[in-house]
């Protein structure tokens, strides 16, 4: 293993004390919205303002629907504003992971996946949304000597289905980007990129407004009756179809539930660092290839985004603004930087945050309909949701409008993920798994009996 067995030192925890708890992406405040604090009537009313629910807002507006977006904070508050900011056209949080479920429909999937990000890309410029977006690749980084293997395999499968692929010896990776921990990579050119997702949210709002759509921030709905009435603290929306929007947040359909669990993810953001010591000049993102993996990227500014590792469950899930500290996490993650990057020992980091991700057993986006199909749902992204969120949002719009798609009449939209079992043997169950991930992990990979037969089932869990 190329990480430190030790416990994380003083030092390692100085690094982050002074940290500001939250994203760095939310650090600018804006002026929110009005809150809804009346009866009103929409045509379609969504219920959560991050990209899901603004892309899902933005899509209906542009065929002429009349559309009400419900935030309980602001838009991009939660998963949206939290996450790395790695761009990623995958709809199946991987093809690795597309062709365990949906073999068959792999090629379609793909050709939308990669429709949808050229889609993403030319509605930034159409609406006029800066969001630092850089179409870099991504960097799959090899930490392992059992990885290796992976290359051959990587590149192999990443080009039958059309991408452009850079295969990276030891000396050739760390060419691109110097740590000592690099033993190979891949690096995919094809859709992938980096952005900022707090601009990103906040752009994707100002095109919604601009198009028409009544967005209420600071107005969290708490039910919805069977006739459609959307219900708030101080106000209602008469709704001739609902879009739940609302990721790893409490869902306001009970049934919801048994699909998604709400598992938090932890990053630290550094000071302005001289990337002189790093190189890193093309910028890609760079996930490494531990069932425990870390993610990180370079910001517009400089500043170096280190993320992952740890994926907390809690028993029964709670989501909520006492969770997004987690020390021994933030330790971890300041222990796991300087080891990748022993030549920035002595950097501050400025900002830790964490946040839940909407996590399924298939890895992706699912979605749903209940009130005689007048109400939608897209949620389960797992962590890889920026791009294919405009897939969903999308795509869930069509699913209430009863629109025949390419999408649509795919199993992958029809069907949906195992269920999780209900507590306390689903806390039991995902502790379990975890810690048999991190086991194989120490073991070369070698998969125990446990996970392979979570393989067979198609019921995974990522670290």
């Given at each position: 293993?190329?990480w430190p067995t030790t416990a994380?030192?003083?030092?390692?925890?100085?690094?982050?004390?002074?940290?500001?708890?939250?994203?760095?992406?939310?650090?600018?405040?804006?002026?929110?919205?009005?809150?809804?604090?009346?009866?009103?009537?929409?045509?379609?009313?969504?219920?959560?303002?991050?990209?899901?629910?603004?892309?899902?807002?933005?899509?209906?507006?542009?065929?002429?629907?009349?559309?009400?977006?419900?935030?309980?904070?602001?838009?991009?508050?939660?998963?949206?504003?939290?996450?790395?900011?790695?761009?990623?056209?995958?709809l199946t949080h991987g093809i690795?992971?597309?062709?365990?479920?949906?073999?068959?429909?792999?090629?379609?999937?793909?050709?939308?996946?990669?429709?949808?990000?050229?889609?993403?890309?030319?509605?930034?410029?159409?609406?006029?949304?800066?969001?630092?977006?850089?179409?870099?690749?991504?960097?799959?980084?090899?930490?392992?000597?059992?990885?290796?293997?992976?290359?051959?395999?990587?590149?192999?499968?990443?080009?039958?289905?059309?991408?452009?692929?850079?295969?990276?010896?030891?000396?050739?990776?760390?060419?691109?980007?110097?740590?000592?921990?690099?033993?190979?990579?891949?690096?995919?050119?094809?859709?992938?990129?980096?952005?900022?997702?707090?601009?990103?949210?906040?752009?994707?709002?100002?095109?919604?407004?601009?198009?028409?759509?009544?967005?209420?921030?600071?107005?969290?709905?708490?039910h919805v009756t069977d006739d459609?009435?959307?219900?708030?603290?101080?106000?209602?929306?008469?709704?001739?179809?609902?879009?739940?929007?609302?990721?790893?947040?409490?869902?306001?359909?009970?049934?919801?539930?048994?699909?998604?669990?709400?598992?938090?993810?932890?990053?630290?953001?550094?000071?302005?660092?001289?990337?002189?010591?790093?190189?890193?000049?093309?910028?890609?993102?760079?996930?490494?290839?531990?069932?425990?993996?870390?993610?990180?990227?370079?910001?517009?500014?400089?500043?170096?985004?280190?993320?992952?590792?740890?994926?907390?469950?809690?028993?029964?899930?709670?989501?909520?603004?006492?969770?997004?500290?987690?020390?021994?996490?933030?330790?971890?993650?300041?222990?796991?930087?300087?080891?990748?990057?022993?030549?920035?020992?002595?950097?501050?980091?400025?900002?830790?945050?964490?946040?839940?991700?909407?996590?399924?057993?298939?890895?992706?986006?699912?979605?749903?309909?209940?009130?005689?199909?007048?109400?939608?749902?897209?949620?389960?992204?797992?962590?890889?949701?920026?791009?294919?969120?405009?897939?969903?949002?999308?795509?869930?719009?069509?699913?209430?409008?009863?629109?025949?798609?390419?999408?649509?009449?795919?199993?992958?939209?029809?069907?949906?993920?195992?269920?999780?079992?209900?507590?306390?043997?689903?806390?039991?169950?995902?502790?379990?798994?975890?810690?048999?991930?991190?086991?194989?992990?120490?073991?070369?990979?070698?998969?125990?009996?446990?996970?392979?037969?979570?393989?067979?089932?198609?019921?995974?869990?990522?670290?």
């Amino acid at each position: 293993m190329p990480w430190p067995t030790t416990a994380p030192t003083d030092a390692h925890r100085a690094s982050y004390r002074d940290a500001e708890p939250r994203s760095y992406w939310l650090r600018t405040p804006h002026a929110p919205t009005p809150a809804l604090t009346e009866a009103t009537s929409a045509d379609l009313c969504i219920v959560g303002g991050g990209f899901t629910g603004l892309w899902a807002a933005l899509y209906a507006a542009q065929q002429g629907k009349d559309v009400v977006v419900l935030e309980a904070e602001t838009a991009g508050f939660g998963a949206s504003g939290r996450n790395g900011g790695f761009v990623v056209a995958s709809l199946t949080h991987g093809i690795d992971n597309g062709m365990a479920r949906f073999a068959e429909e792999m090629p379609v999937l793909e050709r939308l996946a990669l429709e949808n990000f050229d889609g993403l890309r030319a509605d930034l410029q159409t609406h006029g949304i800066d969001c630092d977006f850089e179409a870099t690749g991504e960097l799959l980084a090899l930490t392992d000597e059992y990885q290796l293997p992976w290359l051959e395999e990587e590149r192999e499968l990443l080009t039958r289905f059309g991408h452009e692929v850079t295969v990276l010896d030891q000396a050739a990776m760390q060419a691109q980007v110097a740590s000592p921990t690099y033993l190979g990579g891949v690096w995919d050119h094809t859709g992938a990129g980096i952005l900022d997702p707090g601009k990103l949210a906040l752009g994707l709002r100002d095109a919604a407004l601009r198009a028409g759509v009544r967005i209420y921030e600071h107005s969290a709905a708490h039910h919805v009756t069977d006739d459609l009435h959307v219900l708030t603290a101080q106000g209602r929306v008469k709704a001739g179809r609902v879009l739940l929007a609302t990721s790893a947040y409490p869902p306001l359909l009970r049934a919801i539930k048994r699909y998604v669990v709400p598992v938090y993810d932890y990053a630290l953001m550094t000071e302005p660092v001289d990337l002189r010591e790093v190189g890193w000049a093309n910028r890609q993102g760079i996930g490494d290839g531990g069932n425990q993996f870390h993610y990180y990227r370079r910001t517009r500014d400089g500043r170096i985004l280190y993320g992952g590792w740890d994926a907390v469950y809690r028993y029964k899930g709670p989501v909520g603004p006492r969770h997004d500290e987690h020390d021994a996490t933030f330790a971890t993650l300041a222990q796991h930087f300087f080891h990748t990057f022993p030549q920035l020992e002595g950097t501050r980091f400025t900002h830790r945050w964490g946040g839940a991700i909407d996590t399924s057993s298939r890895f992706s986006v699912f979605f749903g309909t209940a009130h005689q199909g007048r109400l939608a749902y897209a949620t389960g992204y797992t962590g890889l949701g920026v791009a294919a969120a405009r897939f969903g949002g999308r795509t869930a719009v069509d699913v209430l409008d009863g629109r025949m798609t390419d999408a649509t009449r795919t199993r992958y939209v029809r069907s949906k993920p195992i269920p999780f079992p209900p507590e306390p043997l689903r806390y039991a169950v995902i502790q379990y798994t975890r810690g048999r991930l991190a086991a194989a992990d120490r073991n070369a990979g070698r998969r125990g009996l446990w996970l392979r037969t979570l393989d067979r089932l198609g019921l995974g869990f990522d670290s």
